[in-house]
């Protein structure tokens, strides 16, 4: 019913770039807040950043001043643009999106998530 699809990831060395896509698509009639977790080897999922509707933001301290999130919501994409990237910045990266679908006149809420795609930082 509704797919997020990441794009993006790879292998980089440290202090490099990446630009992380996620778009989502089916039965959307809105979306909420979007946002980027990831997941190193062994850890648990954290948040790295979100963006409202409006385009206000938020950051784990640990990506302040180095990523950036937006999003363009006529595409329904959000973007995560990340610098200055360190060894510990590796790991599995998943897209999420707060979704209001509408089927046959009626809304749902949930929050989805993406496959996940995995960023690799070499020292």
């Known amino acids: 019913q509704v797919q997020l699809v990441e794009s993006g990831g790879g292998l980089v060395e440290a202090g490099g770039s990446l630009r992380l896509s996620c778009a989502a698509s089916?039965?959307?009639?809105?979306?909420?807040?979007m946002g980027w977790y990831r997941q190193a080897l062994g850890k648990q999922r954290e948040l790295v950043a979100t963006?409202?509707?409006?385009?206000?933001?938020n950051y784990a301290d640990s990506v302040k001043g180095r990523f950036t999130i937006s999003r363009d919501n006529a595409k329904n994409t959000v973007y995560l643009q990340m610098s200055s990237l360190k060894v510990e910045d590796t790991a599995v990266y998943y897209c999420?999106?707060?979704?209001?679908?509408?089927?046959?006149?009626?809304?749902?809420?949930?929050?989805?998530w993406g496959q996940g795609t995995q960023v690799t930082v070499s020292s």
């Open positions: 089916g039965s959307i009639f809105s979306i909420n807040a």
């Open positions: 999420n999106a707060d979704i209001i679908t509408i089927r046959y006149s009626s809304y749902a809420s949930r929050h989805y």
């Open positions: 963006i409202t509707s409006g385009g206000s933001t």
